[in-house]
């Protein structure tokens, strides 16, 4: 039996546009991208990326926050979280965010994508330059100090499989574009950090 994602529509063509990613970008006043933050679960990748879209809104950037709960809920609802279905997750999230760069607007997700892999597909299926990772590089101590959710108790004490950091190994990004140390480094300066970026790279004014 093939995977989710070796499976593949027939009969399909791409359709092409009128009104291009070009124009909408004019239309917004500033360049699409792509922000992919990953890091451990409570390394601050929601958090962070909550900020950064706030920040981008009252500077009046069009934006919108693909949050890894969020789309459990609905888009993804039907994965578990072994190995596979964690590579279908971020192969879904990384086909719907690309719609948005076309879409003219600034992106940001926040998911765990343990695998280098994972996130290189991704970063394959958008333009040069378009793919911004921004590793939350917070020690696995400081996130277990945090867990709000009570999910690495859970995992040390064997009820959930496959736990991220504990049962399940998180391949921290090799040459990510940003590296925000959001276990040290307060949230403003993250996020000035991140914003930072998007300037020098010409995606906001």
């Known amino acids: 039996m093939r995977s989710q994602s070796e499976k593949k529509s027939s009969n399909v063509v791409w359709h092409q546009a009128a ?54 809920h609905g888009l993804c609802g039907d994965l578990t979280f072994s190995d596979e279905d964690r590579v279908e997750n971020i192969r879904r999230v990384g086909e719907v965010a690309k719609l948005f760069v076309e879409s003219g607007m600034v992106v940001l997700t926040a998911f765990i994508s343990p695998f280098r892999s994972d996130r290189a597909k991704v970063r394959s299926l958008l333009a040069e ?19 709000v959710k009570g999910l690495y ?40 950090q991140v914003i930072a970026e998007l300037v020098s790279r010409k995606i906001i004014a």
């Open 153 to 192: 108790v859970k995992a040390r004490a064997g009820e959930i499989a496959a736990f991220t950091g504990i049962s399940s190994p998180y391949e921290e990004p090799e040459s990510p574009e940003v590296v925000a140390e959001t276990g040290s480094l307060d949230l403003e300066a993250s996020v000035d």
């Open 19 to 72: 009104v291009t990613r070009e124009k909408r970008e004019i239309a917004n006043g500033h360049k699409s991208a792509l922000l992919w933050f990953t890091g451990l679960s409570g390394s601050g990748k929601s958090t962070l990326a909550h900020a950064v879209e706030e920040r981008l809104y009252e500077m009046g950037v069009k934006t919108f926050v693909i949050d890894g709960d969020n789309v459990r």
């Open 129 to 147: 330059g378009d793919f911004i990772e921004v590793y939350c590089n917070t020690p696995l101590e400081v996130c277990e100090s945090r867990d």
